[in-house]
């Protein structure tokens, strides 16, 4: 590598940039793009959504995206630690590490959950390819998805080789583990995406998926709809978990980081897109309901897949999809916390992922019990605004409305107000009028919009 990345020792760099954007695209790209990003589409007036959702992208995310690469690749260790080098080296207060402790804190959070999800993902794939969609009825697919929410073991085994195949592409390290994984999975998820899409047009019903996505209906988008974009806007660029921080450490100093998180946006809105026009056109073929939330996914979908032709061939690779999708997520919520570790700790990369990913396992058990065992226990139910949220609704709501938010706030805050300019100039490597852009943009115009989401999610 590069000269300038000299100093950087053994922890390694990316062989290039596109090993970058594939792992940040693989962070970015998941349940967000495939599930929830079609449905408040259609809830929220269709194209004049995505306009709004666009112009959040890239007035909040995309710069949120280059202030949390930047810390990471200025600092050059760990989120926490790199964050405390770069207030070090501005002469700012090392407290605002906080904002990376909250975001890898959400983090590991966040991927106890994930990880029950993406099990759901796994065992689909056995049931689309034995057939146990085909012909089926809203009553047996509702029946089928009930059960595996009803059963702790079914839950455990699944979320158990979802967590064991997140940490043990962690714990093979970057070159060997995340840059291998993402390399193979994200082609490999983009050609099934484009396969689904080509079948979804054999359905007779893609032009419906495509007014229904690209119609601007600009009265059915409220002012909630404007905050669902901006709060969605940071959720699907995987913002505020310093995830960008810990990808960010390990990206040569050759490379634009203005033009990489702009590619990596993209890429995110394009497979949002294409997910929508993969999805629409079945639902709609089969009469379904597009706006039906979790269930659109693991109810509706495996419906529509099991009453048409091929549908168990092309609902195989729909989860396979899915499952590809959500891998890569888990990779990135695991990925910084065990850089800490591996950091601060005797541990090495494999202990470290392992000790991560276990406690971390542990933590997912309390998730599962809420969907059964535990269903009825609502542990804040004495304050109004929690009544009836089971542990999985807790830990989801305290991670994606405060923690999120509010770290993503605080990192926008130091980057804006906190950091040399010079240095932000020469780290990013723009031309001066995209670079005079970006500054107003982290300054002045994205924590306001993302402190906005923030109250209105604690109020609303
Ligand atoms: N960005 C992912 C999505 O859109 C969600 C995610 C959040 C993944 C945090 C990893 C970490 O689905
Ligand atoms: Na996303």
Same mark, same amino acid.
């Given at each position: 590598?590069?000269?300038?990345?000299?100093?950087?020792?053994?922890?390694?760099?990316?062989?290039?940039?596109?090993?970058?954007?594939?792992?940040?695209?693989?962070?970015?790209?998941?349940?967000?793009?495939?599930?929830?990003?079609?449905?408040?589409?259609?809830?929220?007036?269709?194209?004049?959504?995505?306009?709004?959702?666009?112009?959040?992208?890239?007035?909040?995310?995309?710069?949120?995206? &280059?202030?949390?690469?930047?810390?990471?690749?200025?600092?050059?260790?760990?989120?926490?630690?790199?964050?405390?080098?770069?207030?070090?080296?501005?002469?700012?207060?090392?407290?605002?590490?906080?904002?990376?402790?909250?975001?890898?804190?959400?983090?590991?959070?966040?991927?106890?959950?994930?990880?029950?999800?993406? /099990?759901?993902?796994?065992?689909?794939?056995?049931?689309?390819?034995?057939?146990?969609?085909?012909?089926?009825?809203?009553?047996?697919?509702?029946?089928?998805?009930?059960?595996?929410?009803?059963?702790?073991?079914?839950?455990?085994?699944?979320?158990?080789?979802?967590?064991?195949?997140?940490?043990?592409?962690?714990?093979?390290? @970057?070159?060997?583990?995340?840059?291998?994984?993402? #390399?193979?999975?994200?082609?490999?998820?983009?050609?099934? @995406?484009?396969?689904?899409?080509?079948?979804?047009?054999?359905?007779?019903?893609?032009?419906?998926?495509?007014?229904?996505?690209?119609?601007?209906?600009?009265?059915?988008?409220?002012?909630?709809?404007?905050?669902?974009?901006?709060?969605?806007?940071?959720?699907?660029?995987?913002? /505020? &978990?310093?995830?960008?921080?810990?990808? /960010?450490?390990?990206?040569?100093?050759?490379?634009?980081?203005?033009?990489?998180?702009?590619?990596?946006?993209?890429?995110?809105?394009?497979?949002?897109?294409?997910?929508?026009?993969?999805?629409?056109?079945?639902?709609?073929?089969?009469?379904? %309901?597009?706006?039906?939330?979790?269930?659109?996914?693991?109810?509706?979908?495996?419906?529509?897949?099991?009453? &048409?032709?091929?549908?168990?061939?092309?609902?195989?690779?729909?989860?396979?999809?899915?499952?590809?999708?959500?891998?890569?997520?888990?990779?990135?919520?695991?990925?910084?916390?065990?850089?800490?570790?591996?950091?601060?700790?005797?541990?090495?990369? #494999?202990?470290?992922?392992?000790?991560?990913?276990?406690?971390?396992?542990?933590?997912?058990?309390?998730?599962?019990?809420?969907?059964?065992?535990?269903?009825?226990?609502?542990?804040?139910?004495?304050?109004?605004?929690?009544?009836?949220?089971?542990?999985?609704?807790?830990?989801?709501?305290?991670?994606?409305?405060?923690?999120?938010?509010?770290?993503?706030?605080?990192?926008?805050?130091?980057?804006?107000?906190?950091?040399?300019?010079?240095?932000?100039?020469?780290?990013?490597?723009? %031309?001066? /009028?995209?670079?005079?852009?970006?500054?107003?943009?982290?300054?002045?115009?994205?924590?306001?919009?993302?402190?906005?989401?923030?109250?209105?999610?604690?109020?609303?």
């Amino acid at each position: 590598n590069s000269a300038s990345d000299s100093g950087t020792g053994a922890r390694g760099l990316w062989s290039s940039k596109f090993a970058f954007i594939l792992a940040a695209t693989g962070s970015a790209v998941g349940l967000g793009n495939i599930w929830k990003f079609p449905y408040v589409t259609g809830e929220n007036g269709g194209g004049a959504f995505v306009l709004v959702y666009l112009l959040c992208i890239f007035i909040v995310g995309i710069p949120i995206m &280059m202030a949390e690469v930047f810390i990471g690749r200025n600092g050059r260790h760990n989120p926490i630690t790199s964050f405390k080098l770069v207030a070090e080296r501005n002469l700012a207060s090392p407290a605002w590490r906080i904002s990376a402790i909250i975001g890898m804190l959400a983090a590991f959070i966040i991927l106890s959950f994930y990880s029950v999800i993406g /099990g759901w993902a796994a065992s689909y794939i056995g049931h689309a390819a034995m057939g146990d969609f085909t012909g089926g009825t809203a009553d047996s697919v509702g029946e089928l998805f009930g059960g595996l929410l009803a059963s702790p073991a079914k839950l455990l085994i699944w979320h158990t080789i979802f967590m064991a195949l997140v940490v043990f592409v962690v714990s093979r390290g @970057l070159k060997g583990g995340l840059e291998r994984a993402v #390399t193979i999975l994200m082609p490999a998820l983009l050609v099934l @995406l484009l396969i689904l899409v080509g079948y979804a047009t054999t359905t007779g019903h893609f032009g419906e998926a495509v007014s229904f996505l690209f119609t601007p209906d600009f009265s059915a988008l409220s002012v909630k709809g404007v905050l669902v974009a901006l709060g969605h806007a940071f959720f699907t660029l995987s913002l /505020g &978990m310093a995830i960008m921080m810990a990808y /960010g450490s390990y990206l040569s100093r050759d490379v634009s980081i203005g033009r990489t998180a702009i590619t990596v946006g993209i890429m995110d809105t394009v497979v949002a897109l294409l997910a929508g026009l993969a999805i629409f056109p079945l639902v709609f073929a089969n009469g379904l %309901q597009a706006s039906e939330g979790p269930g659109l996914i693991f109810v509706t979908l495996p419906l529509a897949f099991g009453n &048409m032709p091929m549908g168990g061939l092309f609902g195989t690779l729909f989860f396979i999809l899915l499952l590809f999708a959500a891998w890569t997520s888990g990779i990135s919520l695991l990925e910084p916390v065990v850089e800490w570790v591996e950091e601060k700790t005797e541990f090495a990369r #494999t202990g470290s992922a392992v000790l991560v990913g276990g406690l971390c396992w542990a933590l997912g058990i309390a998730s599962i019990l809420s969907l059964n065992v535990w269903s009825g226990f609502a542990p804040l139910g004495m304050f109004e605004a929690f009544e009836g949220k089971t542990i999985f609704d807790l830990l989801d709501y305290f991670t994606a409305n405060i923690m999120l938010p509010l770290s993503g706030l605080l990192t926008a805050l130091f980057v804006g107000w906190f950091v040399a300019k010079e240095s932000l100039r020469s780290d990013l490597t723009m %031309q001066e /009028g995209s670079f005079a852009l970006w500054y107003n943009l982290i300054r002045y115009v994205t924590p306001v919009a993302v402190a906005i989401v923030f109250v209105y999610s604690l109020i609303g």
